[in-house]
């Protein structure tokens, strides 16, 4: 059975109470305070796992929990995390909110899911010069829990893009069997609509194809939500640029298009492309067509007239294609994304173009915009931070290097080790 939806709870572990103890000593009826630390609770992550394809191993089992942290008496234990595999292309949402939280593609590549509560400081954290035996002790933090959706999103083999209206849904129904609603609403499709194309009998390939909505002006710098979107096309092998030839001016919305793929990666730009100019059947667009495969010759590309709705043009499309898509056995590789992306359960860490790590998220945005780096203490602060919110783990995960540039909201920060240890 092919499991392409699943909903878990996970729960990490609760950190450790820390100790309010007494040392023992001869002829003193209370020594000073040696309470521990807590051990830190175990956290819930998510990991990619080549060998699977499905998200099966979650059909019956939906309730995760990491283990807690050990009490501040003994020598402090930390829980242990949970590690839950997933398959590649899984998009983890919020159940509650709907949000995305991760996008996990790449081999290896994990996100926490939930956070294992910090261990209680122990009561030799409290000793003042006035107060030398304190009985506060902290008590841990409790895990976090979260109720999970899993979405396995197909990596397609083709991305079909191009402005709304351009016709993509109704060439994705003409060459699969999938029946994507047609003339929706941009912003009303959350999910691509896949299909398998059939190449012919001849051909054994079954390549995916993927319509890819609401990619719009701005979206490459989030405007719209084609910014999620983008993502899922840096994953195929070939890309179908629809373009309506019944628009006021196509050339301008190719246009748009290429830039906004440019400016996500312009490695995308690289990619085989298919440039189809929709709606030939019409004679506002039959009129357009010579002089807009003209100036794709020119620029060295290729162009393809056809009609989506009327089937006109389609069986060239597809011996084109299958000429552009790589054999059969490449095409059953996993396909590389372009860039580590991990978002993280409020925070996330993506490259910028220039290599640089940023780290998005509402709250350590605004704690940095609070911060003057000038003062060590206010620095030394905002690390600890960065830290509580595993924000420095994360960024060690996905490879950050002493002197690595990191930009937060307006700061840019050169990373360095935090000189303290790791509670
Ligand atoms: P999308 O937003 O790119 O997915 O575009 P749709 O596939 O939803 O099509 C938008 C509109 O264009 C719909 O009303 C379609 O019926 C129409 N359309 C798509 N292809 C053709 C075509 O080849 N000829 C004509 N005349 N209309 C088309
Ligand atoms: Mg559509």
Redesign the pocket.
């Known amino acids: 059975m092919f499991l392409d939806r699943v909903k878990i709870w996970v729960r990490a572990g609760d950190g450790g109470d820390g100790a309010a103890t007494f040392r023992k000593e001869a002829h003193v009826p209370r020594g000073g305070p040696d309470g521990g630390d807590g051990g830190r609770g175990g956290s819930v992550y998510l990991r990619v796992d080549p060998g699977q394809t499905t998200l099966r191993d979650f059909q019956y089992k939906h309730h995760f929990k990491a283990t807690p942290g050990g009490r501040g008496e003994r020598a402090r234990r930390h829980g242990d995390d949970l590690l839950l595999d997933v398959p590649p292309g899984t998009a983890v949402l919020d159940e509650a909110s709907g949000g995305l939280l991760a996008d996990l593609v790449a081999t290896g590549q994990q996100a926490m899911v939930a956070r294992g509560g910090r261990g209680g400081l122990g009561n030799t954290h409290f000793k003042t010069a006035t107060h030398q035996a304190p009985k506060h002790a902290q008590k841990g933090e409790p895990g976090e829990e979260h109720w999970l959706r899993l979405e396995l999103r197909l990596i397609a083999d083709i991305g079909l893009v191009?402005l709304?209206?351009?016709?993509?849904?109704?060439?994705l129904a003409a060459v699969t069997a999938a029946r994507p609603k047609?003339?929706?609403y941009?912003f009303t499709t959350l999910e691509p609509n896949l299909g398998v194309m059939d190449l012919g009998d001849d051909d054994e390939r079954r390549p995916t194809i993927a319509?890819v909505p609401g990619l719009i002006e701005g979206a490459s710098s989030g405007a719209g939500l084609g910014h999620a979107f983008l993502r899922h096309i840096e994953r195929t092998r070939v890309l179908v640029h629809?373009v309506d030839g019944?628009s006021r001016d196509p050339e301008w919305d190719h246009e748009v298009i290429r830039e906004e793929l440019g400016a996500h990666d312009p490695a995308l730009l690289e990619k085989p492309m298919l440039v189809v100019f929709?709606?030939?059947?019409?004679s506002s667009a039959r009129d357009r067509w010579p002089a807009f495969a003209r100036a794709r010759r020119a620029e060295g590309g290729e162009a393809m007239g056809?009609?989506?709705?009327?089937g006109e043009g389609l069986d060239a499309f597809r011996a084109r294609v299958a000429e552009l898509l790589p054999s059969a056995e490449e095409l059953k590789a996993p396909p590389e994304p372009a860039g580590v992306v991990v978002h993280h359960i409020d925070s996330m860490i993506e490259r910028d173009r220039d290599g640089a790590f940023r780290v998005r998220g509402k709250r350590i945005e605004r704690i940095a915009a609070q911060t003057n780096f000038d003062v060590e203490e206010s620095a030394e602060r905002f690390q600890r931070d960065l830290e509580r919110m595993g924000i420095d783990a994360e960024l060690r995960r996905v490879g950050v290097e002493p002197g690595d540039l990191v930009r937060i909201g307006g700061s840019e920060l050169e990373w360095e080790p935090t000189p303290w240890e790791d509670a």
């Open positions: 191009g709304p209206n351009a016709g993509k849904s109704t060439l047609i003339a929706d941009p319509d629809v019944s929709n709606k030939l059947d019409l056809i009609a989506a709705a009327t």
